[in-house]
C-alpha cells in the first residue's frame, strides 16, 4: 500500500495490524470527516445485514433503502443525521447506552426525551437509555388504538370517552390531518355528536313512542327481534290447520325429521332441530312460552316472555295471535325511530353524561384527555427517532471498526463476522464462520490459503446450520471427516458439531518442520503394514494347505502302499541372499561413517553440522509453509458470504497463533507423576543412557587422542599398531 501525503486539512491516524495498514479512528473529528477519506482506504465496500452478529433494529436502521446491504453512502448518511442529532460526536467513542440530555442538539428531540423520562417516573434522571425506551414503548403498545374493535356498551361513561378521544386522534394522524388545531377540532365535533343524539332522545319523549321507559323498551325490542318471524311462521302454521285439517302433523314437524333425529347425537344447536316449528301446530292455538315448545328456542322464549310480554302484558304461559299482534304493534315506531338513532360514538354515552358536556360541565375533563391523546400520539412518533439516536450512540463505532476497518477484529474484540468458538481436537478456533448456503464458497474458499474444516451444528430447537473453522495453530494429525466437536456462538449458546469437509493447508511452521520425519515414519509403517500383510497372508496359506493335508491323510494312506519315507533334506543356506545382506548393511555403514566422518571432521561446527542436516531435511517445507502462511487471508470467505471487502484481510503467523488456542495445563497445577497404565519400557532408558556415555566417551577420547583433525579413517590403523604392540 502507497502511503500518500496528505494535503487535506484533517489528519488520518493508520495502523498496522497483521501485516495490513488501516485507518484508526481515534475522535469525533476523525467520523466527521468521513465523507472525505478516500474509499480505497475503507477495508469494507458492502456489508450484508443477514449473517453477521450486530444488533438487528440497528442494522435495519442502517439499511436505508431495504436492500440487505450497508454501502458508504449510507454510512455517510449516518454521519451526517448523528451530527445534527448530537452535539459532541466524542460520545460516539464511550461505551454505554445512554445519551445525555444536554447532548442532543434538536429541540423536538430533547424535549421528547425529557417528557419520556418524566412519564416514565424519572424526572430527575438527565440521560436516557434503551431501557427508558423500552419501557415507554411497552406502554405505547398497551395503549394503541384499535379502532376496528367495538367499544364495549357496559364500560363506563369515563372509560368510553377515553376510547372515543384515542381513536379520533388515532384517525385524524393515520389520515395526516395532526396540526395545532386539531384539539379544537376533535372537541367541536364531539360537542355536534352529543346534541345530536340528544336531539333524538329528546324526540322520542315527545312524541310518545316508548311504551316503556327507553332501557326496558329497547329490551323488549331485541328479544322481540329475536323470535318474531319465527313467532309468525307458528301463527301461520295454526291457521293453516283450519284450512287443512288433516296436515296438521305435517305442518308441526315432518316424520322423517324425528326419524333423523332419533339417530344422532341431539344437541341444542343442531339444524334440523333449530328449523321446527317453535310448538306443534294447532287450530286456534295460542304460542306457549314455557312448555311443549322446541328446546332449541326454549332460552330465547324465555327472554321474549321476561323482557317483552312481563312488561307490556303481563306474567304470562301463553299468547294469543291478536296479544303477538298487540306486542308488535306497541313496540313498533320506537323500532322505526331507531332506525334514525345517530350512529356517531357519542351515541355509546349516557345521557346524562352528554348533557354535562353540552352544559360545560365536563368541556374541561375531555379537553385535557384530548391533549394527553395528542401527546401520546406525538411522542409515539418521536420514539422512533430517540431509538434510532440511542442505538447509534451504542452501536455506530462498533461497527465503523468493522468496516472501515478491521480493528476490533485484529485487537482481538471479537468481528461482527465471527460466530462463536469452535472445540475440537485439544484446541478452540476462535475464527468461525456461519455459512450463507452460498455456491461460492466451493471456489472462494480454496483461494484463503487457510486450513478449513468445515461443520454442521445442530441444537435441539434450532435449524441445523454450517460453519467453517480456520485452523491457525497446532497440527493436523488428527482433524479427519466424521469427528465431533462443541461449537458456542456469540450469546454462549452450545451446539454439537460434526466435522464435513476439510481444505488442508499448512497450519504452521513447526507443523512443517516435522512433517517429513512423520511422512518418513508413515511411508515405513506402510511398508511394514504391506509386508506384514503379506506374511500373513503367507503364513494364512500355508496354514489353509497344512490342514487340508492332515484330513485327507487317511483316505492316501489306503489308496497308496505305505513307502519309506524319505529323508528330509537340509535347508541349505542361500549365499546370494547372504552376500546381497553384506553388501546392503557395508553400504549402509559406509553412509553413516561418511557422514559421520564429515560431521565429526568439522571439530567446535559439529553443533551447526547437525542444524544444518535439520534444515536439508525440513526446511523445503518450512519455506513453502511459510509462504503460504504469510499469504492466508479472510476476505474469500467474507466474499462468499456476500461481502465486499476491499484490501487484503491477512492473517500472519504472530496473529494466527492468537485465533487458536492450544490445550495447556494451568500454572500452579499439580501433575502425579506416576502413572500405573504407562507402557512398559524394559530397561529402555538405561540402554538408552549407556549408549549415550559410551557416544560421549568415545567422542571425548577421540578428541583427546587425535584433536580436532580426526578421521574415522585412522580408527583401524591406531588398533593395528596397538596391538603390535
Not at 376510547?163 to 386522534?169: E, F, G, K, L
Request: proline share 4%; glycine share 6%.
Amino acid at each position: 500500500m502507497i502511503l500518500q501525503k496528505n494535503t487535506d486539512q484533517h489528519r488520518w491516524n493508520f495502523s498496522r495490524f497483521g501485516g495490513v495498514t488501516q485507518v484508526i479512528l481515534k475522535n469525533a473529528d476523525d467520523i466527521t470527516h468521513l465523507g472525505e477519506l478516500d474509499q480505497k482506504l475503507w477495508t469494507v465496500l458492502a456489508m450484508p445485514t443477514q449473517g453477521i452478529f450486530f444488533d438487528p433494529k440497528t442494522i435495519s436502521l442502517l439499511d436505508y433503502d431495504g436492500d440487505g446491504f450497508i454501502r458508504p453512502p449510507e454510512i455517510l448518511a449516518t454521519v451526517d443525521w448523528l451530527g445534527t442529532q448530537l452535539s459532541d460526536l466524542s460520545l460516539l467513542l464511550e461505551e454505554g447506552d445512554s445519551v445525555p440530555l444536554a447532548s442532543i442538539n434538536d429541540e423536538t428531540l430533547r424535549a421528547s426525551a425529557r417528557w419520556l423520562l418524566d412519564h416514565i417516573q424519572k424526572n430527575d434522571t438527565q440521560e436516557i437509555s434503551i431501557v427508558d425506551i423500552e419501557t415507554q414503548k411497552k406502554f405505547f403498545d398497551a395503549h394503541t388504538p384499535d379502532c376496528n374493535a367495538p367499544i364495549p356498551a357496559d364500560g363506563s361513561d369515563d372509560d368510553k370517552l377515553k376510547q372515543i378521544i384515542n381513536r379520533a386522534v388515532a384517525s385524524c394522524i393515520e389520515n395526516g390531518t395532526l396540526a395545532d388545531g386539531i384539539q379544537q377540532c376533535i372537541l367541536q365535533d364531539l360537542m355536534t355528536d352529543a346534541q345530536a343524539f340528544l336531539a333524538w332522545q329528546t324526540s322520542l319523549a315527545e312524541e310518545g313512542i316508548l311504551p316503556l321507559d327507553q332501557e326496558h323498551t329497547q329490551k323488549a325490542v331485541v328479544a322481540l327481534s329475536a323470535i318474531k318471524e319465527k313467532a309468525e311462521d307458528y301463527f301461520l302454521r295454526c291457521t293453516l290447520t283450519e284450512y287443512a285439517p288433516d296436515k296438521a302433523a305435517a305442518l308441526s314437524a315432518d316424520e322423517q325429521v324425528f326419524q333423523q333425529l332419533a339417530t344422532e347425537s341431539i344437541h341444542y344447536n343442531n339444524e334440523a332441530l333449530y328449523a321446527l316449528p317453535l310448538a306443534a301446530a294447532a287450530a286456534d292455538k295460542p304460542l306457549p312460552l314455557t312448555k311443549g315448545i322446541n328446546p332449541a328456542w326454549k332460552a330465547k322464549l324465555q327472554t321474549f316472555a321476561e323482557d317483552t310480554v312481563a312488561p307490556l302484558l303481563g306474567h304470562k304461559e301463553c299468547i294469543t295471535q291478536d296479544e303477538f299482534a298487540l306486542i308488535v304493534q306497541k313496540l313498533t315506531p320506537y323500532q322505526e325511530r331507531l332506525s334514525g338513532k345517530p350512529t356517531t360514538p357519542a351515541a355509546l354515552l349516557s345521557v346524562p353524561f352528554l348533557q354535562a358536556l353540552i352544559n360545560g360541565e365536563k368541556q374541561g375533563e375531555v379537553s385535557s384527555l384530548i391533549r394527553y391523546a395528542l401527546t401520546i400520539e406525538k411522542e409515539r412518533g418521536n420514539v422512533s427517532n430517540l431509538e434510532k439516536l440511542v442505538l447509534l450512540r451504542r452501536d455506530f463505532v462498533t461497527l465503523l471498526r468493522n468496516y472501515i476497518s478491521f480493528s476490533d477484529f485484529y485487537e482481538g474484540k471479537g468481528s461482527v463476522f465471527q460466530a462463536g468458538v469452535l472445540y475440537f481436537d485439544t484446541r478452540a478456533a476462535d475464527l468461525c464462520f456461519e455459512l450463507n448456503g452460498d455456491a461460492r464458497h466451493a471456489t472462494l474458499d480454496t483461494l484463503s490459503g487457510a486450513y478449513l474444516v468445515y461443520c454442521d451444528i445442530s441444537r435441539k430447537g434450532e435449524t441445523t446450520k454450517k460453519i467453517v473453522a480456520l485452523f491457525t495453530n497446532g497440527d493436523s494429525d488428527n482433524i479427519v471427516i466424521g469427528r465431533n466437536g462443541i461449537f458456542y456462538d456469540r450469546v454462549g449458546k452450545d451446539w454439537n458439531a460434526v466435522v464435513t469437509k476439510v481444505i488442508a493447508n499448512p497450519i504452521s511452521v513447526r507443523q512443517a518442520f516435522f512433517m517429513p520425519y512423520k511422512q518418513l515414519a508413515a511411508m515405513i509403517e506402510t511398508q511394514i503394514a504391506a509386508r506384514a500383510a503379506a506374511g500373513e497372508a503367507k503364513s494364512a496359506d500355508l496354514l489353509s494347505k497344512t490342514a487340508s493335508t492332515v484330513t485327507t491323510a487317511d483316505k492316501q494312506a489306503t489308496a497308496t502302499a505305505p513307502a519309506v519315507a524319505a529323508p528330509i533334506a537340509t535347508k541349505k543356506l542361500d549365499l546370494g541372499t547372504i552376500a546381497l545382506i553384506g553388501t546392503a548393511l557395508g553400504g549402509i555403514s559406509a553412509l553413516i561413517g561418511s557422514i559421520l566422518q564429515a560431521l565429526f571432521g568439522l571439530g567446535f561446527w559439529v553443533p551447526l553440522g547437525l542444524i544444518g542436516i535439520l534444515l536439508c531435511i525440513s526446511g523445503p517445507s518450512m519455506i513453502l509453509a511459510s509462504m503460504k502462511l504469510r499469504k492466508r487471508s479472510i476476505a474469500p470467505i467474507l466474499e462468499a458470504n456476500g461481502w465486499a471487502v476491499n484490501i487484503r484481510t491477512r492473517i500472519n503467523i504472530p496473529f494466527g497463533t492468537q485465533l487458536t488456542k492450544l490445550s495447556t495445563i494451568p500454572f500452579g497445577s499439580i501433575v502425579v507423576p506416576i502413572d500405573p497404565f504407562a507402557d512398559k519400557k524394559n530397561g529402555r532408558k538405561a540402554v538408552f543412557i549407556i549408549l549415550g556415555i559410551l557416544i560421549v566417551g568415545t567422542a571425548a577420547f577421540c578428541y583427546l587422542k587425535f584433536g580436532l583433525h580426526f578421521r574415522f579413517s585412522e580408527i583401524p590403523t591406531y588398533l593395528k599398531n596397538l596391538r603390535n604392540k
